[in-house]
């Protein structure tokens, strides 16, 4: 079945510099990757989606890229704040979906902590 | 920007009582999820919804598990004999075609 790690369960780092997380998956060639953020008690919020054929994709300080010879896509966020402590979630479509709609299967997550 | 809302925000159940999770989806949504979040491990998908009927689910979703859209706003989410393993947050999700899942901020399950 197919397998997703962030291999970071946490990172810290001070505010203005650059996040960099990493998602890696196996056994799957998913059509596109999603990131969500999640905030303690709060369901995961949707950021960027990026698909096979993108390479990289950008919004506002946030920017995704997409490997699939790696089987890796990495997520950054530049000039980053405080308020961008939480934890990013990895997410790609199931094996089985049938369609866009299908399920996300989702990594563990790195919680993000960005000290002022 | 409408949300999906879920009640209650918690529930406590003693092991063995079924348990009715509540969800109003995003009105102009038509595809439906359940999925759920133990405490320090990753969100797992359960089932998903379309046009009445269940599209797909996991190997969580057994049968004492079953998913119900009564009326044109609600989805729920019945447990019907609650075990202690069940005890988790659980997440309703919805979206409209090509566009990414909007979650509710779920409904912390605790079973005694």
Same mark, same amino acid.
């Given at each position: 079945s ?22 890696? #998956? ?46 890796q ?7 980053? *704040? @405080? ?20 399920n996300? $299967? ?9 000290? @002022? | 920007?409408?949300?999906?809302? *879920? ?18 989806? $995003? ?5 439906f999820?359940? #999925? ?11 089932v ?15 049968? *004492? ?7 044109g ?5 019945? $447990? ?28 912390r399950?605790?079973?005694?």
């Amino acid at each position: 079945s197919q397998k997703i790690e962030q291999n970071s369960e946490a990172l810290n780092i001070q505010e203005g510099k650059t996040a960099t997380l990493t998602c890696n #998956y196996t056994n799957y060639s998913p059509a596109y990757l999603q990131w969500y953020r999640q905030d303690p008690g709060r369901g995961p919020v949707f950021l960027l989606l990026i698909r096979e054929n993108e390479k990289e994709k950008r919004k506002e300080r946030l920017k995704v890229t997409f490997d699939t010879t790696l089987k890796q896509s990495l997520f950054h966020i530049t000039a980053s *704040q @405080p308020a961008d402590s939480a934890t990013y979630l990895c997410a790609l479509p199931g094996m089985n979906y049938g369609g866009s709609q299908g399920n996300l $299967i989702f990594g563990k997550g790195t919680k993000l902590s960005v000290k @002022p | 920007e409408p949300e999906v809302t *879920q009640t209650p925000s918690h529930q406590v159940t003693q092991m063995g009582q079924e348990v009715i999770l509540r969800c109003v989806p $995003i009105s102009n949504h038509l595809y439906f999820y359940w #999925y759920r979040q133990i405490l320090g491990q990753k969100v797992e998908f359960l089932v998903s919804f379309y046009n009445n009927e269940i599209s797909e689910k996991s190997e969580i979703f057994d049968d *004492q598990f079953s998913v119900e859209r009564p009326d044109g706003s609600n989805f729920t989410l019945k $447990i019907r004999s609650t075990k202690l393993e069940d005890s988790a947050m659980y997440f309703c999700a919805s979206t409209e075609t090509g566009k990414p899942q909007h979650f509710g901020d779920g409904t912390r399950l605790s079973i005694l």
